[in-house]
Each structure stands twice: as structure tokens, then as C-alpha cells.
């Protein structure tokens, strides 16, 4: 089955500086994957996506990276804001099958 | 489009008692997706519609759940004969085509005293 793991479950950084939270998944027939921000209390919100036939994509002040040679995405975000702590979700989407798979999430906080 | 909208926001409830929450989805969304997660720990797959076919279950939706979608549109998760290890945040998801990302609502928290 389909496992992911976060490298950091819990990132520290100053606000403005940069912020890099790393995933890996394991399901190579993973074609679609998704960035999800979660604050206390309230569901998983959709930050940003990737396909497997992209390495990189930008968005507001983030960037997603993915490497498919070893299973690996990384979500930046520049000038990290306090607005940004949270917790954030990698969830793969399999190329066959219905369902978006979590990992545990990186908890990110911003220092002000 | 409001997004997706889950009733109640909170639940608290004795062991043994049957809740259910209801799920609004995003109108246009003919997929709908049920997850529960705990503290700590991310999002896990309940259940899924399409339309109001129910299409795939979780081995974690045992037979005291389950799950509507009547009219394609709105959505129920009934629990009967709560326990304690209920106790868990109850997440919907819609999405639209197959190339799009699930959009979440707010969640139901249910608290099994």
C-alpha cells in the first residue's frame, strides 16, 4: 500500500525567511500530488498540485519540487509569514484507484 | 460557491448514543469523500461517493457506520452505539473532475464521553 513520511515533523523559522518542508511517498504510480495547509480547527486547505510529468510549479510565494527518481516532493515558501504556521500535508494521488493518502504532516511555526 | 459545509461543527455525545453529521459538498462536485482524522495525525479515508453510488469503504468503517449520498448531492456519516475511540475529527471532501484536487470542509468534531 501506499505510505508517506515527512522528513522534519516540526519546522522552526523566522518570519521572511524561507521555509522547505520535504515528503516522501513511496507508491511510484502516484501521477498527482497535493499540498494541503491545515490550521487548528479547520480542514485541509489546498495550497498547491503537481503532476508527475512536471518537476516544478510555482504559486503564490510557493513553489512545489518534485523528484520522481526518489519519490520525493518539497514544498517551499518564501518570506514565511506568521500567517503560514500550520500543519502541512503531502497526499499522493494514485494513477488507479479513488482516495488521497495522508502522512502524520510537518507542523510549521513561524517565529516573529 | 461556499465551498464544502459539514453540520454540526461540534458534537458531544454518550457512549452508545447514534450521531450523524451531514455533508454539503461544492454544488458542481459529483465526488464526495468521508475521512476521520485524530490528533496528530493526518486525514484517513473513509469513505467514497460518486454521485450517489458508494464506490470504495475503508476496512476503518466497521458496521456500526455508515454513509449516504441519496440524491447525489448532500451526504450523511450515521454512527451507531458510539464509543470512546469515536472520539475524532469527521472531514468531507469534495471534487470535481478526476484531474482536481479534493476540497475540504471544516469537519465535525465528535466527542464520545
Known amino acids: 500500500g501506499e505510505s508517506v513520511g515527512l522528513h522534519l515533523p516540526t519546522l522552526s523559522v523566522q518570519e521572511g525567511d524561507n521555509s522547505i518542508i520535504n515528503c516522501a511517498y513511496s507508491n511510484s504510480a502516484s501521477d498527482y500530488f497535493i499540498w494541503y495547509k491545515q490550521e487548528s480547527g479547520k480542514g485541509p486547505q489546498f495550497i498547491i498540485d503537481i503532476r508527475s510529468n512536471m518537476d516544478k510549479r510555482q504559486g503564490q510565494r510557493v513553489t512545489v519540487l518534485l523528484n520522481k527518481t526518489v519519490k520525493h516532493l518539497s514544498l517551499q515558501i518564501a518570506a514565511t509569514q506568521p500567517g503560514d504556521s500550520a500543519v502541512y500535508f503531502c497526499?499522493?494521488?494514485?494513477?488507479?484507484?479513488?482516495?488521497?493518502?495522508f502522512g502524520a504532516g510537518t507542523i510549521l511555526r513561524v517565529k516573529s | 460557491d461556499t465551498g464544502v459545509s459539514q453540520d454540526p461543527r461540534h458534537k458531544i455525545t454518550k457512549r452508545g448514543q447514534n450521531v450523524t453529521f451531514r455533508c454539503d459538498p461544492i454544488?458542481?462536485?459529483?465526488?464526495l469523500y468521508w475521512y476521520r482524522q485524530t490528533l496528530g495525525q493526518g486525514p484517513e479515508f473513509l469513505t467514497y461517493f460518486q454521485n450517489e453510488a458508494q464506490l470504495e469503504k475503508s476496512r476503518l468503517l466497521s458496521d456500526r457506520f455508515s454513509a449516504e449520498r441519496p440524491k447525489g448531492s448532500f451526504s450523511t456519516l450515521e454512527i451507531q452505539r458510539t464509543e470512546q475511540g469515536d472520539s475524532a475529527m469527521y472531514l468531507c471532501?469534495?471534487?470535481?473532475?478526476?484531474?482536481?484536487?479534493?476540497?475540504f470542509g471544516n469537519g465535525t468534531r465528535l466527542t464520545v464521553t
Open positions: 454544488s458542481e462536485h459529483n465526488r
Open positions: 471532501a469534495s471534487r470535481g473532475d478526476s484531474n482536481s484536487p479534493l476540497h
Open positions: 497526499a499522493p494521488y494514485p494513477r488507479y484507484g479513488n482516495k488521497l493518502v
